[in-house]
C-alpha cells in the first residue's frame, strides 16, 4: 500500500510526488493521513503508526519482502520463480511452537485468511519447518464478499453425513491400535508429521467451539455490516472472532491477483477498489476490539512501500527502503507517529525502525524473548528472530 496515499502523505509536494489525493486530518493534532480513509482519521486515538520503517530487501520484489515480513529472515532467493517456500520458519508457526499449537477448544493458534498462500497462490511462506506440522497454519478457506445471507462453514470442520461423532472416537480408536502395533524403528521419524495432523484433524471435528468461531452465521447482521460487504470486511470479522476464541496469531491476506501492486492505475484503485474496503475494516475492528474490552493484540498492515515519483503508467512502482505501517493494542501506547520521511517520501528522516524491531515488538508483548533459541532437527540451536530491541517508544 502506497504510503504516500495512505499514511504518510505530502501535500507540500510537487504533482508527481504528491499525486491527486488530498490528506485530511485526524483527531490527532498534527497528523494527518489520506483522504479516502475517513474512518481511520477518526480513530487515530486508538493506533500508532510507523512512518519510517525500513528492510533491506535489495531486489525490491514482493517475494522476498513476503519472505522478510513472514519469517523474520532475509531471503534473495525468494520468487515465484525461483524458491517458492520459506527458509525459516514463519512467524505464525514460531508463536504457535512457543504458546502452544491449539487453544482450550481445539483450534489452530496459526490461522491463515483465506489460506497460508500468497502472490496467488503461487508462493508460501508460512510454512514451520522443522517446528513440526503441529505449528502450521490453518486454512480459513474462501471468504464471502457479502454481509448477508447464509455462510458455508471452511471444508473439513464438519463431518460427513453418514459419519457420526461416535463412529469418528471409535475410528480413532482403531488407529491408535494399530500404531501401538507398529514397532518399526523408524515408526516414529515417519510419522510424527502424520500424526500431528491427525491430531489436529480430530480436534477441530469433535470440537463445537471450532465450528462456532468460524461461523460469521453467528454475528448480527448490523455487526457484518459494519465490517462491510466484502471479502476484506468479513475476514477481518472472522479474525476478530478467532482471536476472541483464543487463537494467537491470525494472518490475513487481503489483496487478490496483486490488487494492491499499483504499477498502473494507482489513483483509481485506490480510490474505487482499495481503500474504502481496507478503511471500513480496519477501524471496525479496532471499535469493535475497544468495544468488546479486547483491544490487546497486534494488527499490523505492509509489505513494502511505493516509490515516490509516480511512474509514466500513472502508478507507484516498489519501494522497501521507506514505508508505513499501523501498529495498535497489544498493551501498546495509542495515538503514537513514531518516525518520519523526508519532504519527498523517498529517504528516512527521523528514527529509523528496521522491520526486526517490529517483530522483537510484537514477540516482547506476546510474552516471547525476541532471543529464544528454537531447536533445529540435527539439535542446532537457532534463533527465532535476528538480534533486535522492541520499540521502547511504544511500549506502554
Given at each position: 500500500?502506497?504510503?504516500?496515499?495512505?499514511?504518510?502523505?505530502?501535500?507540500?509536494?510537487?504533482a508527481e510526488?504528491?499525486?491527486?489525493?488530498?490528506?485530511?486530518?485526524?483527531?490527532?493534532?498534527?497528523?494527518?493521513?489520506?483522504?479516502?480513509?475517513?474512518?481511520?482519521?477518526?480513530?487515530?486515538?486508538?493506533?500508532?503508526?510507523?512512518?519510517?520503517?525500513?528492510?533491506?530487501?535489495?531486489?525490491?520484489?514482493?517475494?522476498?519482502?513476503?519472505?522478510?515480513?513472514?519469517?523474520?529472515?532475509?531471503?534473495?532467493?525468494?520468487?515465484?520463480?525461483?524458491?517458492?517456500?520459506?527458509?525459516?520458519?514463519?512467524?505464525?508457526?514460531?508463536?504457535?511452537?512457543?504458546?502452544?499449537?491449539?487453544?482450550?477448544?481445539?483450534?489452530?493458534?496459526?490461522?491463515?485468511?483465506?489460506?497460508?498462500r500468497?502472490?496467488?497462490?503461487?508462493v508460501?511462506?508460512?510454512g514451520?519447518?522443522?517446528?513440526?506440522?503441529?505449528?502450521?497454519?490453518?486454512?480459513?478457506?474462501?471468504?464471502?464478499?457479502?454481509?448477508?445471507?447464509?455462510?458455508?462453514?471452511?471444508?473439513?470442520?464438519?463431518?460427513?453425513?453418514?459419519?457420526?461423532?461416535?463412529?469418528l472416537?471409535?475410528?480413532r480408536?482403531?488407529?491408535?491400535?494399530?500404531?501401538?502395533r507398529?514397532?518399526?524403528?523408524?515408526?516414529?521419524?515417519?510419522?510424527?508429521?502424520?500424526?500431528?495432523?491427525?491430531v489436529?484433524?480430530?480436534?477441530?471435528?469433535?470440537?463445537?467451539?471450532?465450528?462456532?468461531?468460524?461461523?460469521?452465521?453467528?454475528?448480527?447482521?448490523?455487526?457484518?455490516?459494519m465490517?462491510?460487504?466484502s471479502?476484506?470486511?468479513?475476514?477481518?470479522?472472522?479474525?476478530?472472532?478467532?482471536?476472541?476464541?483464543?487463537?494467537?496469531?491470525v494472518l490475513?491476506n487481503?489483496s487478490?491477483?496483486?490488487?494492491?501492486?499499483?504499477?498502473?492505475?494507482?489513483?483509481?484503485?485506490?480510490?474505487?477498489?482499495?481503500?474504502p474496503?481496507m478503511?471500513?475494516?480496519?477501524?471496525?475492528?479496532?471499535?469493535?476490539?475497544?468495544q468488546?474490552?479486547?483491544?490487546?493484540?497486534?494488527?499490523?498492515?505492509?509489505?513494502?512501500?511505493?516509490?515516490?515519483?509516480?511512474n509514466?503508467?500513472r502508478?507507484?512502482?516498489?519501494?522497501?527502503?521507506?514505508?508505513?505501517?499501523?501498529?495498535?493494542?497489544?498493551?501498546?501506547?495509542?495515538g503514537?507517529v513514531?518516525?518520519?520521511s523526508?519532504?519527498?517520501s523517498g529517504?528516512?528522516?527521523?528514527?529509523?525502525?528496521?522491520?526486526?524491531?517490529?517483530?522483537?515488538?510484537?514477540?516482547?508483548?506476546?510474552?516471547?524473548?525476541?532471543?529464544?533459541?528454537?531447536?533445529?532437527?540435527?539439535?542446532?540451536?537457532?534463533?527465532i528472530?535476528?538480534?533486535?530491541?522492541p520499540l521502547?517508544?511504544?511500549?506502554?
Amino acid at each position: 500500500m502506497s504510503q504516500l496515499e495512505s499514511w504518510d502523505p505530502k501535500p507540500a509536494g510537487s504533482a508527481e510526488i504528491r499525486g491527486i489525493f488530498k490528506s485530511i486530518a485526524t483527531t490527532q493534532a498534527v497528523f494527518r493521513i489520506g483522504e479516502h480513509m475517513p474512518r481511520l482519521a477518526r480513530k487515530t486515538a486508538l493506533y500508532n503508526v510507523v512512518r519510517s520503517v525500513t528492510m533491506d530487501n535489495t531486489r525490491r520484489d514482493h517475494s522476498p519482502g513476503l519472505h522478510w515480513l513472514s519469517t523474520a529472515y532475509d531471503h534473495q532467493a525468494a520468487g515465484v520463480s525461483l524458491e517458492k517456500v520459506n527458509r525459516s520458519p514463519s512467524v505464525g508457526a514460531v508463536l504457535a511452537h512457543q504458546l502452544g499449537t491449539t487453544t482450550a477448544d481445539g483450534l489452530s493458534n496459526f490461522v491463515a485468511i483465506p489460506n497460508a498462500r500468497q502472490l496467488g497462490n503461487r508462493v508460501r511462506y508460512t510454512g514451520a519447518l522443522h517446528l513440526g506440522a503441529a505449528c502450521d497454519a490453518f486454512d480459513a478457506g474462501p471468504i464471502p464478499a457479502t454481509a448477508t445471507g447464509k455462510d458455508r462453514l471452511p471444508q473439513g470442520l464438519t463431518l460427513p453425513a453418514d459419519i457420526a461423532p461416535a463412529r469418528l472416537r471409535q475410528r480413532r480408536l482403531l488407529l491408535a491400535a494399530f500404531a501401538e502395533r507398529d514397532s518399526s524403528p523408524h515408526r516414529e521419524a515417519t510419522n510424527n508429521d502424520f500424526g500431528a495432523f491427525q491430531v489436529k484433524s480430530h480436534e477441530i471435528l469433535a470440537s463445537r467451539g471450532v465450528r462456532y468461531a468460524f461461523d460469521l452465521n453467528q454475528e448480527p447482521p448490523h455487526v457484518r455490516e459494519m465490517y462491510g460487504a466484502s471479502a476484506m470486511g468479513q475476514g477481518t470479522l472472522l479474525a476478530r472472532r478467532l482471536v476472541e476464541a483464543g487463537v494467537s496469531y491470525v494472518l490475513a491476506n487481503h489483496s487478490e491477483k496483486h490488487s494492491w501492486d499499483t504499477h498502473n492505475d494507482n489513483f483509481n484503485k485506490l480510490t474505487n477498489t482499495l481503500l474504502p474496503p481496507m478503511d471500513q475494516a480496519v477501524s471496525a475492528l479496532l471499535g469493535d476490539l475497544q468495544q468488546r474490552g479486547m483491544l490487546d493484540e497486534v494488527l499490523v498492515l505492509g509489505e513494502m512501500g511505493r516509490t515516490p515519483r509516480i511512474n509514466k503508467h500513472r502508478g507507484r512502482d516498489h519501494w522497501p527502503d521507506l514505508f508505513s505501517l499501523l501498529i495498535a493494542g497489544g498493551g501498546l501506547t495509542r495515538g503514537r507517529v513514531l518516525g518520519s520521511s523526508s519532504r519527498h517520501s523517498g529517504t528516512l528522516l527521523e528514527r529509523p525502525v528496521h522491520h526486526h524491531e517490529i517483530l522483537a515488538t510484537i514477540n516482547h508483548q506476546l510474552g516471547i524473548d525476541p532471543n529464544q533459541m528454537v531447536r533445529h532437527r540435527r539439535d542446532r540451536p537457532v534463533r527465532i528472530m535476528p538480534e533486535a530491541k522492541p520499540l521502547h517508544e511504544l511500549l506502554a
